[in-house]
C-alpha cells in the first residue's frame, strides 16, 4: 500500500487490484477520520497507519457503500470500536431494505444500524472531523465528496475516476444514474479545491479549470447513449 502525505492532515493511502482503490485519512484536533475503508486487502495497511500516527481512530465516514469502499471495515472496527457514518440516503441500500438502481436484488452489506446517518441540518450536512460533507448523488444515491477546507483538498470517491491527471467520468458499469453524477460535478465549480481525489485515479490539480470541459465531453456520450 502506498501512503501519500497529502497536506499535514490529510494522507491517501493507495493501492491496486487492477485499478487503484484509495482511501483516505484526515486529523483534527481530536484525532483520525478515516474517509472510505476499500478493498478487505487494505485492513492491514490502514491499521498500520493508524497506529504509526500515534492518533486515535474516531470515526469512518463513506463516500459510499460500494462494496470496494467498506471492504477493510470489519477489521478496522475489530480493533477500533468507533461509529461508521454515511448518507441517510445511502443506507437503505447498504442494509438491503432496497436494491441499488439497476440492480436487480437487494444485498446487504451491513447489519440494520451499523452505519448511522451524518448528521444535518435540514439540506446542509454538518462538519465532521475537520471536513465538510457535501451530497453528490449519482454514482449511487447517497454519495458524498468531503471537502478539507484548510489545503483545499476534495476527497470525492466515486464522483469522478481520473486518467494521467484528467477528470474522467465515474465508472458507467456501476453508476447508478450518469445524468446526475454529471450535474454532480458542479461541486468543484462551487469549491474550487486545490486538488481533488478520486478512488479509482490519481490526483487532478485545480480540477476547476477542466471541470466545463469534462462535463462537455460526458453530455455527448450520455446523449449519444440516449
Ligand atoms: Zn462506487
Ligand atoms: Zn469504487
Not at 491496486?16 to 486529523?27: E, G, M
Not at 467520468?169 to 462551487?190: G, H, K, Y
Request: glycine share 8%.
Amino acid at each position: 500500500m502506498k501512503i501519500e502525505a497529502i497536506s499535514n492532515r490529510v494522507w491517501s493511502l493507495k493501492t491496486w487490484i487492477i485499478i487503484p482503490v484509495t482511501v483516505w485519512a484526515v486529523a483534527d484536533e481530536d484525532g483520525l477520520t478515516l474517509i472510505d475503508a476499500g478493498i478487505p486487502a487494505m485492513a492491514g495497511g490502514i491499521l498500520r497507519f493508524v497506529e504509526q500516527s500515534g492518533l486515535q481512530l474516531r470515526r469512518v465516514v463513506l463516500t459510499h457503500g460500494h462494496s470496494d469502499h467498506i471492504g477493510a471495515l470489519k477489521r478496522v472496527l475489530a480493533v477500533h470500536r468507533v461509529p461508521v457514518y454515511a448518507h441517510p440516503d445511502e443506507i437503505p441500500y447498504m442494509e438491503g431494505r432496497l436494491p441499488y438502481p439497476r440492480r436487480r436484488k437487494a444485498v446487504p452489506v451491513i447489519a440494520p444500524g451499523d452505519v448511522l446517518p451524518l448528521e444535518s441540518e435540514g439540506d446542509r450536512l454538518l462538519p465532521v472531523g475537520g471536513l465538510v460533507p457535501y451530497h453528490t448523488p449519482g454514482h449511487s444515491p447517497g454519495h458524498v465528496a468531503y471537502y478539507e477546507p484548510e489545503a483545499g483538498v476534495l476527497l470525492a470517491g466515486d464522483l469522478f475516476t481520473s486518467k494521467r491527471g484528467t477528470i474522467r467520468r465515474p465508472m458507467a458499469m456501476f453508476t447508478a444514474d450518469m445524468a446526475e453524477a454529471v450535474r454532480s460535478s458542479a461541486i468543484v465549480d462551487r469549491l474550487r479545491p486545490a486538488r481533488l481525489e478520486v478512488c479509482h485515479g490519481g490526483p487532478v490539480l485545480h480540477p476547476a479549470e477542466q471541470i466545463e470541459a469534462y462535463r462537455q465531453q460526458a453530455w455527448k456520450r450520455i446523449g449519444a447513449n440516449a
